[in-house]
């Protein structure tokens, strides 16, 4: 399974002149079958919604996408969308970026995983890592602490390679 968007190796600059139209593509794809294989409802609002928070490799707000959607008959009422927001979070379709209070696609939908994610201050992409080793140096530290570890989330702000290149 391809997957939808995929962090750099390590000392590489991610390559953000792709066509996102395939992210898009690509997580709706990846819900659908994890619905089908779960015997979940993928309806069209959590299909909508899912859509809309891979449309950019920004986090995105509740009240944004009540935006995007307060034309469409799917239903734009605040506790409509948070209930499609939390199906997606419940099923690892999408993250919660705490510091931000908005939304970004998973790019490891399915999959048992942290978010780790590098947030760009300048233009608000955010990317979500890799971070298998991350975790378990995390968790290590935490024991040896007498620490159990239950949850971790790691949002990392900066500036992306592209910004970076940019003059000021």
């Known amino acids: 399974m391809k997957k939808p968007a995929k962090a750099a190796p390590a000392g590489q600059a991610p390559a953000h002149a792709h066509d996102h139209k395939h992210c898009v593509e690509d997580a709706l794809a990846a819900a659908e079958r994890l619905c089908a294989a779960k015997d979940l409802r993928f309806t069209p609002l959590r299909r909508r919604v899912l859509e809309l928070v891979w449309s950019s490799h920004k986090p995105v707000g509740a009240y944004a996408l009540l935006d995007k959607l307060r034309n469409e008959d799917l239903g734009s009422a605040p506790p409509t969308i948070y209930r499609a927001l939390d199906f997606l979070i419940e099923n690892g379709l999408i993250h919660r970026i705490e510091r931000m209070n908005a939304f970004i696609g998973c790019s490891?939908?399915?999959?048992?995983?942290?978010?780790?994610?590098?947030?760009?201050?300048?233009?608000?992409?955010?990317?979500?890592?890799?971070?298998?080793?991350l975790s378990e140096a995390i968790t290590a530290d935490a024991q040896r602490r007498g620490f159990a570890a239950r949850d971790m989330t790691l949002e990392v702000?900066?500036?992306?390679?592209?910004?970076?290149?940019?003059?000021?």
Do not use: M, S, V, W
Not at 112 to 129: Q, S, T
Not at 157 to 168: I, Q
């Open 108 to 133: 490891h939908p399915g999959e048992a995983h942290r978010g780790f994610f590098l947030i760009c201050g300048d233009c608000g992409n955010a990317e979500e890592l890799d971070g298998d080793g």
């Open 157 to 168: 702000t900066g500036l992306c390679a592209d910004c970076r290149k940019t003059p000021a």
